[in-house]
C-alpha cells in the first residue's frame, strides 16, 4: 500500500475514518467534571467519556469507522450483510452520535458558591467529531445510489417451499 493511498481517498471517507478516529482519541479526555475553590484553594477532576450509555455510543461510532475502513482498504474480504455497508456506517453513525448526544445533555450540571459541575470541553469536541462523521457517511450513501433496505423495488418475493 501506498503512503499517498489515503490523500487519494474520496473526500467522504477521509473525514468518516478521521472523525471516527479523532472520536476515539477525544473520548479519553476530559468529558464530565467538577471544579471548585476552597479557601482559596482550586481543585478539579473530570471523568473520560467511557461511562454509562456513552458506552454503547462509542462502540456504535468505533463500529462504523471499522466497517468505513474495510470498505476502503479490504472490501473484497467484507463479509454478506443484510443491508448495504453503507447504509451501515451512516446508521450506526447516526445512532451512536444521537445516543452520544442526547446522554450528554441530559447529565446534571450547575454551579453552587463556587463549586461547579456539568460537560467539559472533550464532550463538546466528541459531539462535534462524532456529528462530522454522521453527515460525511449520510453524504457518502446518499452519493452511493443504493436502495435503502425498506426500499423492496416491487412486489416481495414469493416464500420459500
Known sequence: MDQND?????????????????????????YYGASGS?????ESTSTSAWH?????ALLLIL???VIAAVLVFAAASMPKLPVSPTFAVAALAAVGTLILIIRSFTLDHGKIAGFSYGLRW?????????????????MKL????EAMPWES?????????
Open 38 to 42: 476552597f479557601f482559596g484553594h482550586h
Open 63 to 65: 463500529a462504523a469507522t
Open 6 to 30: 489515503i490523500k487519494n481517498l474520496p473526500r467522504n471517507d477521509q473525514m468518516i475514518l478521521g472523525a471516527g478516529v479523532l472520536a476515539f482519541i477525544a473520548s479519553f479526555l476530559p
Open 122 to 138: 472533550g464532550a463538546y469536541v466528541l459531539m462535534i467529531l462524532c456529528v462530522v462523521q454522521t453527515v460525511f457517511a449520510a
Open 142 to 145: 446518499r452519493d452511493s445510489g
Open 153 to 161: 423495488g416491487g412486489t416481495p418475493a414469493p416464500p420459500s417451499a
Open 52 to 56: 454509562s450509555w456513552n458506552v454503547l
